[in-house]
């Protein structure tokens, strides 16, 4: 949203001294765009829910399984408003989850599927989809309408929050950047993409957390929070963090958390 | 000693953030944060072993979010002096128009590049050229750079030394460290130095 008006902005600085009139057009033109693509209907994230829909109840793998058995927190088979209230502990692994842990453990443990398969293809390209991004697509989606409240309850809860937090915090690797470098401080942008303010709850958390999974049209993709975590690393200049490993779940945990209270509307639509 | 300053750098951090998150968060076990880090990233990638990870400057930063007791200020200033190198023979002033290319160019250095001269990206935070609109915020506008500093020889080479090590000028700056990570190459700084001090750049037009 920003993008685009930062965008419209800055075609309109560039035209001269009928600027101002230029970028209310433009941005009316955008919301028009927003509005049209924002319509289930139009906007192809939706095709990931329906393709999630159905490897939910397909039996596969060496058990020729369904997920239906998968309990996301809410009781086995239970999806709605299961995704506003992760990441959180579950007795059975004795672990934080967020979504795509707990789907991993279930693929692998009532499915047998090939996880090797599934790791490869957990982000989609084209020409190859990823049964994560459908999955979680169509299971977040169950949760529109709904407000993030993760429990934060059990000692392995408030552990990953403030693991999280750290994360947050932590500046390493070739560039010296932490996750606050960009997302500490109100209204800033790099080049004309506005950076959301993420150390503290409000406003900016609860809209950004509240439309992950999103399509991304610059990807022609819809997306997870894992791979929004894991772009964030590659820009910081980190190596590659792990797949579905506990500290991307704690820094989600942690970013939920400054997003509670915030409407989930996925999947969204972004740049 | 090593434990006192963790439990101090997790009370910092809760404190600044904050009585409505610190309430009911138990503090950060030092050994568990780094099993949960290693997990993350288990092994150097190839070609990246020379890089440096997590260094004692960046654990100080992030313990004390990055405000800086006077005593930490201090030692972490007179470390990072020590690391700059200036050019052999003191001319700090390259090519200003390579460093105008150097400054808009935000490749490089990320796990799905190839190895390659990185840009400095400098447009990501900082404005520049007046007349390039496409710039961040989180650092100053560099507008008139050179010439606000009447293209005095002492402040490009101070302005060299913060390219190489932002944190020798300000600990825990926001900038990166490009020359003492090894980012930006000697000829870059001197070129992106001479786009901020050359009177004919368009950064002082």
Redesign the interface.
Known sequence: MRVFMALAM?VA??AGSAHAQQAIDTEKELEKYRQMMSDPMSNPGFLNVDRGEVLWSQKRGSKNASLEGCDLGEGPGKLEGAFAKLPRFFADTGKVMDLEQRLAHCMETQQGVDMADITRRRFGAPGRTSDMEDLVAFIANKSSGMKYSAP?AH?KE??A???G???F??????????C???HA?E???????G?PQL???GKDAQVTMGSWPTYRVSQSQTRTMQHRLWDCY??M??????YL????T?LTLFLV?QAEGGEIQVPSIKR | MKKLSISAFVFAGLWALGPALAQDVPKVDAKRLEEVTKAMWPKTPEGWEKRISYDETQAVCSQFRNDLPQAEFDKVKARELATIKLPADGNVLGDWKSGRRFANDGRGGTFTDRPMTNGANCYACHQMDRFELSYGTLGPSLVNYGKDRKYAPEEARAAYAKIYNSMAVMPCSTMPRFGYHGFLTEEQIKDLTAFLFDPESPVNK
Do not use: H
Request: with cysteine; charged share 35%.
């Open positions: 800055s600085l560039g934060l000692p408030k552990e929050f403030a693991i937090q750290e994360l915090f932590r500046r390493s690797d070739f560039m010296d950047f932490s606050a470098t960009c401080e209204g800033k942008r790099i080049r004309l993409q950076l150390n503290k709850a590659r820009q200049r980190s190596p590659e963090p792990v490993s506990d500290g991307l704690a958390k």
